[in-house]
C-alpha cells in the first residue's frame, strides 16, 4: 500500500470512530412504556381509555408518538389478572395503571412492589391496603377513588323513592370481586334498616346473567340492584336488556347504564375518575413518586333518571326526585 493511500485509509478509520458514538448519542432513547392492565373487555372501555389518554396528554405524553402502551384486558375473568400482571412486569414496563376495579389492583400489586402502580378504585383503598394513607400513599401505588362500591347504600334508598311498594329487593352481585363480601354485607344492612328484604343473585358469566334474572322473577322481587363490578360494567347493555324483558326496575353504578335504557344510576363521572389517573401516570413518568401523590377522591356523584324507561315500566317518578337529578332522559 502507498503512503498515500496508507495515510488515506487511516484518516478515514479516525474519522469513522469519532463519527460512530456521535452518531450513537444522537440516537433518541427508548420511549417509556405504561401497561394498561383492566379486569373487563376493551369494548365498553373505549371512552375511558380514551379519557385516561387525555388526562395523559396532558402531561406532554402521547401514545405512539413518546410514549408506549401495552393493554392487558381480562375479559371479565379475574382469574386472568395475575398472569397479565406478572406479564407486564416481565416486559419492565415503567408505570402499571390498573384499572377496571379492585381485581385489577389486588394483581398488579402483587405482581410488584417497585414498578408504580397507578389505580382507579371503587372502595377505600387504605381499608383494602393498596396505600398506607391518603395523603401519603407510602409503597408503590397511588391512584383515584371513585367511590363505586362504597355508594350502594346510597342507590339502594333512591331505587325504593322509584319503587316504594317494593318489598323484595333483589342484589345482582359478582361473588369473585374482592369487595363482594362486603357489598353483601352492607347491603344486607341498608335492606333491614329501610324495612325491607333482600335477597343476593349471583352472577359470574354471560349464561349466569340470564340465570340470575330468571330467579329474580321466580322470587318476585320488586327491584334490582346491579351491584358495581368491572364484569357487569362490561356487559351492561346485556343486564338493561334482561331488566326490561322481565320489566324489573334497577339501580345501576354508572350513567352509561342509564343512557343505555337501564332506570337509573348513581356514581361519580367514570370518565373523570380515568383523566385523573392518565394525568397521574404522566406526572410519575416525569420522575415524581407514587409515595409521594395524595390519592384523589371523588367529589361530584351523579343522578340519572330514565324517564321513558321508567314510563316502560308503569312507575311515576316523584316530581321532587326528577327535580334533584342531575339529567334526566326524557
Not at 433518541?28 to 385516561?52: E, K, Q
Not at 408518538?65 to 393493554?71: A, K, L
Not at 342507590?155 to 323484595?168: E, I, M, S
Request: charge should be neutral.
Amino acid at each position: 500500500m502507498s503512503d498515500v493511500r496508507r495515510r488515506e485509509f487511516i484518516t478515514l478509520l479516525g474519522g469513522a470512530a469519532v463519527a460512530w458514538p456521535l452518531a450513537a448519542r444522537a440516537q433518541p432513547s427508548a420511549m417509556p412504556v405504561i401497561g394498561f392492565l383492566n379486569s373487563a373487555s376493551p369494548a365498553a372501555w373505549t371512552h375511558l381509555v380514551a379519557a385516561f389518554q387525555e388526562g395523559l396528554n396532558t402531561t406532554g405524553y402521547v401514545e405512539h408518538r413518546n410514549v408506549g402502551i401495552e393493554y392487558r384486558w381480562a375479559e371479565g375473568r379475574y382469574d386472568r389478572l395475575p398472569a397479565l400482571a406478572a406479564d407486564l412486569v416481565r416486559r419492565n414496563v415503567n408505570v402499571i395503571a390498573a384499572t377496571g376495579g379492585v381485581p385489577s389492583i389486588v394483581a398488579a400489586k402483587a405482581a410488584t412492589t417497585t414498578i408504580p402502580v397507578v389505580f382507579t378504585t371503587g372502595g377505600d383503598p387504605v381499608k383494602l391496603g393498596f396505600v398506607d394513607s391518603l395523603n401519603r400513599p407510602g409503597g408503590n401505588a397511588t391512584g383515584v377513588n371513585i367511590f363505586a362500591t362504597v355508594m350502594d347504600a346510597k342507590r339502594v334508598g333512591l331505587l325504593l323513592q322509584l319503587v316504594p311498594a317494593a318489598a323484595l329487593i333483589g342484589v345482582l352481585l359478582n361473588p369473585t370481586n374482592p369487595s363482594a363480601e362486603t357489598q353483601s354485607k352492607e347491603l344486607q344492612e341498608a335492606g333491614r334498616a329501610l324495612g325491607r328484604q333482600t335477597r343476593i343473585l349471583q352472577a359470574t358469566g354471560e349464561g349466569e346473567l340470564d340465570t340470575a334474572f330468571a330467579t329474580a322473577v321466580q322470587l318476585r322481587v320488586g327491584a334490582l340492584l346491579v351491584c358495581a363490578d368491572p364484569f357487569f360494567n362490561s356487559r351492561r347493555e346485556h343486564i338493561v336488556a334482561l331488566a326490561a324483558r322481565h320489566a324489573i326496575p334497577a339501580m345501576y353504578e354508572q350513567r352509561e347504564f342509564a343512557t343505555a335504557g337501564g332506570l337509573a344510576s348513581y356514581g361519580t363521572n367514570l370518565a373523570d375518575g380515568y383523566r385523573q389517573a392518565g394525568i397521574y401516570t404522566g406526572r410519575i413518568l416525569k420522575g415524581e413518586k407514587a409515595a409521594d401523590l395524595p390519592v384523589v377522591q371523588a367529589t361530584k356523584f351523579e343522578f340519572v333518571i330514565n324517564l321513558k324507561t321508567a314510563k316502560a315500566l308503569g312507575l311515576d317518578v316523584p316530581l321532587g326526585l326528577s327535580a334533584g337529578a342531575d339529567e334526566v332522559i326524557e
